[in-house]
């Protein structure tokens, strides 16, 4: 009974990250299968107490979506990579995984692109695609195109919620009204709409940090440490909390925008 409850309960966990997920898990002196809408499988036999998820082959997603989310997921310390799967050691570190991977496949890139286009649909207007224009700015002088503007944005704040939590990574802020989606290449200088929708080209953050990252008086070096502009002030920097800022937990699709935004900053 207490198998079928746990394994119940990982069915659950599972399948809020979009069914995009099987878990094989291995646990002493039990095996049980259990198959959600033929979706998702989870097994329970007995072998070395591991845990492994891999990507179910059979599911409608895109390749570079789930390798992404494993990458990350490594990245963050959710599991150890081995060939196309993650091995996990414990149900906790699985509960975790899990969680983290709900949030991430609503984020990674398809996810925000495949909700941008579902937006407009309900406004009556479709999309080019992510090698688009159809968000530049600079061409938003009709009211469908502010219609488009105004969806994109939602859809990119929605996309950095879900990845950074709805916190502020340097501040610990979770107040929505005071956080801001930062752009890192900024959206009229993005080169398509999929760089304008792509979270990694994004850094959810407090209004007085976005303010400073916007105006290129701070931005971030490859392993997440701040990098002030000599332009900023002592006043600015004390107010930042620069002296003892966290380092911001990047992953490695950060580190090309990132490097763009320091190179400005600099010159």
Known sequence: MRCMTTASFLA?????????????IRMPQARIAVHCRDRVSITWAAAN???????????????????????????????????????????????????RAWHLFRALPDAPEAAFEAGLKQEGQSWSGPDSQDLDPNRAT???????????????RAALD??????????????RA?????????????????????????????????????AFLVSFDGEGRAVPSPKLSEAAALALGLADVPQLILAADHIGPLAWHRERLLT
């Open 142 to 156: 009709t009211r469908e195109a502010q219609v488009r503007l105004r969806v994109g944005q939602n859809t990119f």
């Open 49 to 99: 107490s591991a845990v492994r998820v891999n990507a179910s082959p059979d599911l409608e997603m895109r390749p570079r979506t789930t390798k992404r989310v494993l990458r990350r997921l490594a990245e963050e310390g959710l599991g150890a990579p081995e060939a196309d799967h993650l091995r996990f050691e414990t149900l906790a570190e699985l509960r975790a995984a899990c969680l």
């Open 178 to 214: 005071l956080l801001r989606a930062s752009h890192i290449v900024p959206w009229a200088e993005c080169k398509s709409d999929g760089q304008r929708l792509d979270v990694f080209n994004g850094l959810l953050l407090a209004a007085h940090w976005d303010a400073a990252f916007d």
């Open 162 to 175: 879900d990845y950074w939590g709805g916190r502020c990574p340097l501040t610990g802020i979770t107040d």
């Open 12 to 24: 659950t966990a599972i399948l809020a990250f979009f069914r995009l997920l099987r878990c094989a």
